[in-house]
């Protein structure tokens, strides 16, 4: 019923910066609060920010400063603003939206997009 798909990743110089989107589409859903993910290799998938849809915004400790996450909610996006890269920044991506579906009766439900490789180079 929804779709994530996110664009934006790509190899950056440390120092670098990025923007990530994320648009949902889908027809019949509301959507809550909308985040991003990553996952490094060999590591388990971890929180990066969340918006709500009031605009509220939480972010992990390590890229607290550096990453602003934004969301437009007339077309149904989010955006990451990723600034001073760091190797260690490097992992996929993943778009998540918690979405209130409204199909018959009602259901909240859980969506990811496919990811969206980042890669920063020393």
């Known amino acids: 019923q929804v779709q994530l798909v996110e664009s934006g990743g790509g190899l950056v110089q440390a120092g670098g910066s990025l923007r990530l989107s994320c648009a949902a589409s889908?027809?019949?859903?509301?959507?809550?609060?909308m985040g991003w993910y990553r996952q490094a290799p060999g590591k388990q998938r971890e929180l990066v920010a969340t918006?709500?849809?009031?605009?509220?915004?939480n972010y992990a400790d390590s890229v607290k400063g550096r990453f602003t996450i934004s969301r437009d909610n007339a077309k149904n996006t989010v955006y990451l603003q990723i600034n001073s890269l760091k190797p260690e920044d490097t992992a996929v991506y993943y778009c998540?939206?918690?979405?209130?579906?409204?199909?018959?009766?009602?259901?909240?439900?859980?969506?990811w997009g496919q990811g969206t490789q980042v890669t920063v180079s020393s």
């Open positions: 998540q939206a918690r979405v209130r579906v409204l199909v018959g009766v009602s259901y909240d439900a859980i969506y």
């Open positions: 918006i709500s849809s009031g605009g509220s915004t």
């Open positions: 889908g027809s019949s859903f509301t959507i809550n609060a």
